[in-house]
Structures are given as structure tokens and as C-alpha cells.
């Protein structure tokens, strides 16, 4: 039984709460999602380019890149290409100094947030 709620002396309290596991066949298929520290950026904190490394890429794979400024809005948006080590590199020279969250997509792999750091020194 999944979300049943019963009131005791006029307050919600959860009795029986089972979780629900829903699958979808697409989920199922794709490959696993890489954790954020196997992403690797250098250097971080970067100024003009920015290198990124995410293992087991083949070459010539479709990346989609978004970076979000602290306040949660797309500050940079693009697809690139990897090499064939699953590398690519960002032009970051616009963006001003300040933290950012770089989320990393590919066509078969959910959104991985890394923190980047851009210092123009």
C-alpha cells in the first residue's frame, strides 16, 4: 500500500508507507551513470579553456554541455565532440570569475553536476 495516510488528533501521519520502484524500459537499456568524481576538469579553477575527461566515451561521441551560474541560471550551452580518450575542451573565457555547476549529458548517459571554478588572474 503506497502513501497511506491516516489522522490521529487532527495531525498527517504516515501508518503504512511502502516505496514503489517504477522502471522504464529506456532506463534499463542505458549505460550507467558515472559518478561526478570520474569526470575530471582541469585546470579547475580555470580562466580561458577548460579540458574535460569522461571515462568511456568512444570517439567522435555527441556531449552536451550546461553550465548554470550560482543563482541557477544557463550561462553556457554547447555540444562538442570527444577525442577518442573521451576528452574535450570548453572556451570558458566569457564567463566572469565565480563558481559555476557544470552539468555534462550524453545521448545515453543522465546529467552529472561538477562544480568548476572560473578565477581570470
Same mark, same amino acid.
Given at each position: 500500500m503506497c502513501g497511506? !495516510?491516516?489522522?490521529?488528533?487532527?495531525?498527517?501521519?504516515?501508518d503504512d508507507f511502502d516505496l514503489c520502484a517504477i522502471t522504464d524500459?529506456?532506463?534499463?537499456k542505458a549505460s550507467p551513470k558515472p559518478r561526478a568524481e570520474e569526470v575530471t576538469l582541469w585546470p579547475n579553477p580555470g580562466s580561458d579553456k577548460v579540458s574535460v575527461q569522461v571515462p568511456g566515451l568512444?570517439?567522435?561521441s555527441r556531449v552536451h554541455i550546461r553550465i548554470l551560474d550560482v543563482s541557477g541560471?544557463?550561462?553556457l550551452e554547447q555540444?562538442?565532440?570527444?577525442?577518442? /580518450?573521451?576528452m574535450f575542451?570548453? /572556451?570558458?573565457?566569457?564567463?566572469?570569475?565565480? !563558481?559555476?555547476?557544470?552539468? !555534462?549529458?550524453? /545521448?545515453n548517459r543522465a546529467?552529472?553536476?561538477?562544480?568548476l571554478v572560473i578565477s581570470h588572474q
Open positions: 497511506y !495516510i491516516s489522522q490521529l488528533n487532527e495531525q498527517k501521519h504516515f524500459e529506456r532506463s534499463a568512444e570517439a567522435e541560471r544557463a550561462v555540444i562538442a565532440a570527444t577525442a577518442a /580518450d573521451g575542451a570548453l /572556451d570558458v573565457s566569457r564567463l566572469a570569475p565565480g !563558481i559555476y555547476l557544470c552539468h !555534462i549529458a550524453t /545521448d546529467l552529472i553536476p561538477v562544480k
